[in-house]
């Protein structure tokens, strides 16, 4: 797949050499295997896609300002309530790290939003990062707050325009969304793991299947702990026996591995036909995940906890990564996810984005898989349990088949219990 990518990127760029029009090639870096002119041209390529618009402005002639923003709490749920000052609302579901994030979100984002016309929806959401500095807390602390909102506006907008989230945020290309079921277990010994793992994908329809490897155990207080060493070099061999080649099987080591290691656990992914091997070493260590992706022909994942967009350009640009998988609360919202989405698409590389939040954060998953062009195969799933009581008209919400059909309706495309919504009071700093 690689070689293919660069002998595109090659004839691009001598042919607009060629033309006359940039001399991107005056010198060479054999040191990693690309081109310096491959690079300017693999750059110049995403920048152009980071500066496109993502938000579909177009369907509104109207104003829709911003009048009120308010978060709402009840136990460990949080909502969002957006109203305009044309007297539309919408409603997003909040993620669970609000309950340690709600300063942030009511002192560092909240007042931007205000009075904006959430046409501009693009802007904002652009220059929210720079307001009051809020660039310092990159990552999940401004990611969620921003992402928050961001999915109650757009809720509002699609009410409005009667469009779906996907709509709003491209075209829709997958109408119904494969999924593959998540576990975890990783710090349970050998036989448990393999039983807790079989029992979980026994209650859903599916074909696909992510393991944990290695023993990055983030819940332990122990500052020396090990895990059940000698473990994965089992389990990865006895979870394909036990599932044939029938189950798509895939690999995360949530960046535990030295970039030694890390090779060698992917030979042995590949040796058993697993897809692709996510998070093999630190997400940021960019040198290691490409030393990673040189010396395996499984694909690389990488990018749930990426707060960047420069971190997602040099890993496409350099050829470092085959499958995004920008999330969509810890990376802020859809609308930053679809930038990554579509640098990756132009490279001719795939999008998984990784799942997290609980409640309806499988809901969101699917709308935005919906408007990509170039997702995966399977896409992250819990399973489509819910606290949230609600009802949507447009889909059952079941796998079937291994795939969840997406909502339809306008905006989220469910309704949630309006008794459950009055259970939640304004948080206030």
Not at 116 to 138: C, G, M, P, T, W
Not at 190 to 208: F, G, K, P, R
Request: aromatic share 10%; with cysteine.
């Amino acid at each position: 797949m690689k070689n293919n990518r660069r002998e595109f990127i090659s004839k691009v760029v001598l042919g607009t050499i060629a033309t006359g029009s940039s001399s991107m090639l005056s010198c060479r870096d054999f040191s990693n295997g690309i081109l310096d002119g491959e690079k300017s041209m693999n750059y110049k390529i995403l920048d152009e896609e980071l500066q496109k618009p993502v938000f579909k402005r177009e369907l509104f002639s109207e104003p829709v300002h911003i009048e009120s923003i308010s978060l709402l709490n009840y136990g460990d749920s949080f909502l969002c309530k957006v109203r305009s000052s044309e007297g539309a609302e919408g409603i997003s579901v909040g993620h669970s790290e609000l309950k340690n994030l709600y300063p942030l979100f009511l002192r560092k984002v909240q007042p931007f939003f205000i009075g904006k016309d959430a046409r501009d929806l693009d802007d904002i959401i652009e220059r929210v990062y720079i307001y009051s500095l809020n660039f310092r807390y990159n990552g999940i602390s401004i990611g969620i707050p921003v992402a928050t909102i961001e999915f109650a506006v757009l809720d509002m907008m699609g009410k409005i325009a009667g469009k779906s989230l996907g709509n709003l945020i491209g075209e829709i290309h997958n109408p119904e969304v494969g999924v593959y079921i998540a576990t975890e277990f990783r710090e349970k010994p050998l036989e448990e793991h393999l039983e807790l793992i079989q029992n979980t994908v026994s209650q859903y329809d599916v074909n696909a299947l992510k393991i944990k490897v290695g023993y990055q155990h983030a819940w332990t207080k122990e500052l020396y702990y090990k895990g059940p060493i000698g473990k994965t070099e089992k389990l990865i061999p006895k979870v394909r026996e036990i599932y044939g080649d029938k189950m798509a099987l895939y690999a995360d080591a949530n960046g535990y591995y030295s970039t030694k290691e890390a090779i060698q656990v992917g030979k042995m992914l590949q040796e058993n036909n697993y897809k692709y091997f996510e998070e093999p070493v630190m997400f940021d260590h960019f040198e290691d995940i490409k030393a990673v992706a040189d010396s395996l022909d499984i694909p690389i994942a990488n990018g749930e906890q990426d707060y960047s967009f420069y971190n997602f350009r040099w890993l496409l640009a350099n050829d470092g990564i085959e499958i995004v998988q920008p999330d969509n609360f810890y990376f802020g919202g859809f609308i930053r996810s679809m930038k990554v989405a579509k640098m990756a698409h132009a490279m001719g590389k795939s999008c998984v984005p990784h799942m997290s939040a609980g409640g309806l954060g499988y809901l969101y998953d699917i709308h935005f898989v919906s408007a990509i062009p170039n997702a995966g195969e399977h896409h992250e799933t819990h399973g489509a349990k819910s606290n949230i009581p609600f009802e949507c008209p447009s889909s059952p919400l079941k796998i079937t088949g291994g795939k969840i059909k997406v909502p339809t309706g306008p905006g989220l495309g469910i309704d949630i219990d309006p008794s459950f919504i009055l259970k939640h009071i304004e948080v206030t700093v």
